[in-house]
C-alpha cells in the first residue's frame, strides 16, 4: 500500500492519482492526516510544500490547480532539457510537479482556455503548441507515471506492479457509406451532371458501371477490411454517420435499405457505434435520433461514439454524449497532426474540469488518422508507413493501446488514396 498525503481534499488530485496509480499499483490511499502519515512505515509520497519526512518520496506542489470548482489560467513552463520534457518544474523527489502536469494535460485543461478554433470549429494541435509545445508528440502522462513508478521502486522496491501489455485497435468511420449508388434519384443525376460538366468521362463510366450492376461500388470496401483484421485478430469498430444530409455531412439517408443491410451485417462480427455528425453539437435532439437509428438498424444498444471530424468542445460535446448515455468515445485526436492529445496511449474517465467531478465517460485517444497523414502531413505512403511505424514504438514502450482512425473510402485504391492499403496493412501487422 502507497500512502499520499495532501493537506486538503479535492476532487481533481483523487481523480489524477487514480489515473497515475489504479492502472499499475496494487493499492494506494490519499490522507489528509500529517500524524498517521509520518508513523507509517510503508512506500509513502508527500505532496506539500512545507511538510516534509525522511521517510517519505516528495513531490512539491508548483501550481494551484485543485481548484475545486474555480477555474484558473496558469503560466506553463516547459522543460526540454532532459530526456524527459515536463511542466510545472519544481524542487523534491522529482523535478516537476507529475500530479499537476498530469491533470494539466489529461484534463485538456487549455482547451477551456481562450483560443482560435478552426473552420469547422475545433482546437487544433498548433493551438497544444502555442500552450505547452510538442507535449503531444509523445504519450507524456504515461511517460511521466512510468518514471514515478520507477522511482518509487528505487526507494521501495517491494512495490508491486500489475502487468499491462501493448494493445491495438483498428477503428473505421463510415463518413459516406457508397460511392455512387443508393444515393437517390436527385444526388445521382447531379453526380452524372458533374462529371459532364468537368468531362470527367472516367468517372462517369465508373459510376454507370456501379449503377447498373456490372461491377462494385469502390468504397464497399468492407469485405476487405474484415479479411485483414481477422487474419491478425485484431479487434476492429466502425462507426456510421447517420446524420441527415448537410455540406459536412454527406453518407447516404440512413433509410437506405443497402446502408441497413450492411450495417446490420458488420454489426454482427464487429462493434458498431454512431459517428454523430456535425449538426449534433448544436441539438441534442438531432444526436439522440443519430443514435436511435443506430439502435433501430442492430437491434441493440448503442454505447460507443466518435464525432464526425473529431469535432470535440469542451465540456459541451462530453456532456451531451453522457446525457445521451454514451460509455465510451473515440475522439480524443486532433484532424491535423498525430499524437496524444491528452498526453496518453491508455483509456480515461473524463474529468468535467467545470463541474469539478470525474464521469463514467471513457475516453478512447486516439493516435493517428488517415486523413492526417495524407491531407494534412502531405506524406507519401512510404514516409507514412515510417511515420506510423514510430507512433507505434511510442505506444510499445509504454504498454499502451494503438488506436488508429481509417475510412472506407480511403482503402478503395482510388484518387488521392492509391497505395494507401499498403500502409493500412503495415499498421495492422505491428499488431
Same mark, same amino acid.
Given at each position: 500500500m502507497i500512502l ?5 481534499h479535492?476532487?481533481a488530485?483523487?481523480y489524477?492519482?487514480?489515473?497515475l496509480?489504479e492502472d ?8 489528509h492526516d500529517?500524524?498517521?502519515?509520518v508513523?507509517y512505515?510503508g512506500?509513502k509520497i508527500?505532496y ?6 525522511d521517510g517519505?518520496f516528495r513531490i512539491?506542489p508548483?501550481a494551484?490547480?485543485?481548484?475545486n470548482?474555480?477555474f484558473?489560467r496558469?503560466?506553463?513552463?516547459l522543460?526540454e532539457?532532459g530526456c524527459i520534457?515536463f ?6 523527489d522529482?523535478?516537476f510537479?507529475?500530479f499537476a ?5 489529461i484534463s ?9 478554433a ?6 487544433s494541435?498548433k493551438?497544444s503548441?502555442e ?7 509523445k504519450?507524456?502522462v504515461?511517460?511521466w507515471?512510468n ?10 522496491p517491494q512495490?508491486?506492479l500489475?502487468?499491462r501489455?501493448f494493445?491495438m485497435?483498428a477503428?473505421?468511420?463510415v463518413d459516406?457509406?457508397f460511392a455512387y449508388?443508393?444515393k437517390g434519384?436527385g444526388r445521382?443525376?447531379g ?5 459532364f460538366?468537368?468531362f470527367d468521362?472516367?468517372n462517369?463510366?465508373n +459510376?454507370l458501371?456501379? @449503377?447498373?450492376?456490372?461491377c462494385d461500388d469502390?468504397?464497399?470496401?468492407y469485405?476487405? !477490411?474484415? =479479411? *485483414?483484421?481477422?487474419?491478425v ?9 447517420l446524420?441527415d ?11 437506405s435499405?443497402?446502408? +441497413?443491410?450492411t450495417? @446490420? ?10 459517428h454523430p455528425g !456535425?449538426? =449534433? *453539437?448544436?441539438k441534442?435532439?438531432?444526436l439522440?435520433?443519430e443514435?436511435?437509428?443506430l ?7 448503442c454505447t460507443q461514439?466518435r464525432?464526425?471530424?473529431?469535432k470535440?468542445n ?12 454514451i ?5 480524443m485526436?486532433y484532424?491535423d497532426?498525430?499524437?496524444?492529445r ?7 474517465k ?7 467531478s ?5 475516453v478512447?485517444?486516439v493516435?493517428?488518422?488517415d486523413a492526417?497523414?495524407?491531407?494534412y502531413?502531405?506524406?507519401s ?5 515510417e511515420?506510423c ?6 505506444v510499445?514502450n509504454?504498454n499502451?493501446?494503438f488506436?488508429?482512425?481509417w475510412?472506407?473510402?480511403t ?8 497505395g494507401?492499403r499498403?500502409v493500412?496493412e503495415?499498421?495492422?501487422r505491428?499488431h
Amino acid at each position: 500500500m502507497i500512502l499520499i498525503f495532501i493537506d486538503k481534499h479535492s476532487n481533481a488530485f483523487s481523480y489524477i492519482t487514480s489515473v497515475l496509480m489504479e492502472d499499475v499499483i496494487d493499492g494506494f490511499q490519499i490522507v489528509h492526516d500529517w500524524d498517521s502519515f509520518v508513523t507509517y512505515a510503508g512506500p509513502k509520497i508527500c505532496y506539500d510544500s512545507q511538510k516534509k519526512t525522511d521517510g517519505s518520496f516528495r513531490i512539491v506542489p508548483s501550481a494551484d490547480i485543485w481548484h475545486n470548482g474555480e477555474f484558473k489560467r496558469h503560466a506553463v513552463q516547459l522543460d526540454e532539457s532532459g530526456c524527459i520534457p515536463f511542466i510545472f518544474p519544481t524542487k523534491g523527489d522529482l523535478k516537476f510537479d507529475v500530479f499537476a502536469a498530469s491533470f494539466y494535460v489529461i484534463s485538456r485543461y487549455e482547451e477551456y482556455l481562450p483560443h482560435d478554433a478552426d473552420h469547422v470549429g475545433r482546437f487544433s494541435a498548433k493551438n497544444s503548441t502555442e500552450t505547452c509545445g510538442n507535449l503531444y508528440k509523445k504519450p507524456v502522462v504515461d511517460i511521466w507515471r512510468n518514471e514515478l513508478i520507477a522511482e518509487l521502486q528505487k526507494k521501495w522496491p517491494q512495490i508491486q506492479l500489475k502487468k499491462r501489455s501493448f494493445e491495438m485497435i483498428a477503428t473505421i468511420d463510415v463518413d459516406s457509406a457508397f460511392a455512387y449508388c443508393h444515393k437517390g434519384f436527385g444526388r445521382t443525376l447531379g453526380g452524372i451532371g458533374r462529371d459532364f460538366s468537368r468531362f470527367d468521362w472516367k468517372n462517369m463510366l465508373n +459510376r454507370l458501371c456501379c @449503377l447498373f450492376g456490372k461491377c462494385d461500388d469502390p468504397f464497399k470496401t468492407y469485405n476487405y !477490411i474484415a =479479411s *485483414h483484421v481477422k487474419s491478425v485478430d485484431l479487434k476492429l469498430i466502425f462507426f456510421f454517420l447517420l446524420a441527415d444530409f448537410t455540406k459536412y455531412d454527406i453518407n447516404v439517408t440512413h433509410k437506405s435499405k443497402q446502408l +441497413r443491410q450492411t450495417i @446490420l451485417d458488420l454489426s454482427k462480427k464487429f462493434e458498431i457505434g454512431i459517428h454523430p455528425g !456535425i449538426s =449534433s *453539437h448544436s441539438k441534442f435532439e438531432t444526436l439522440i435520433n443519430e443514435k436511435n437509428r443506430l439502435e433501430e438498424i442492430t437491434g441493440q444498444k448503442c454505447t460507443q461514439s466518435r464525432q464526425h471530424y473529431l469535432k470535440v468542445n469542451l465540456p459541451q460535446t462530453y456532456r451531451r454524449l453522457i446525457d445521451a448515455d454514451i460509455h465510451d468515445d473515440y475522439s480524443m485526436g486532433y484532424a491535423d497532426d498525430s499524437g496524444f492529445r491528452a498526453g496518453t496511449c491508455r483509456p480515461f474517465k473524463w474529468f468535467d474540469l467545470l463541474n469539478n467531478s470525474v464521469t463514467n465517460l471513457t475516453v478512447h485517444s486516439v493516435m493517428v488518422m488517415d486523413a492526417t497523414l495524407n491531407s494534412y502531413l502531405k506524406l507519401s505512403p512510404a514516409d507514412a508507413i515510417e511515420y506510423c511505424n514510430e507512433l507505434i514504438r511510442e505506444v510499445k514502450n509504454v504498454n499502451g493501446i494503438f488506436i488508429s482512425i481509417w475510412h472506407n473510402d480511403t482503402l478503395a485504391e482510388r484518387g488521392i488514396w492509391k497505395g494507401w492499403r499498403a500502409v493500412w496493412e503495415n499498421l495492422i501487422r505491428n499488431h
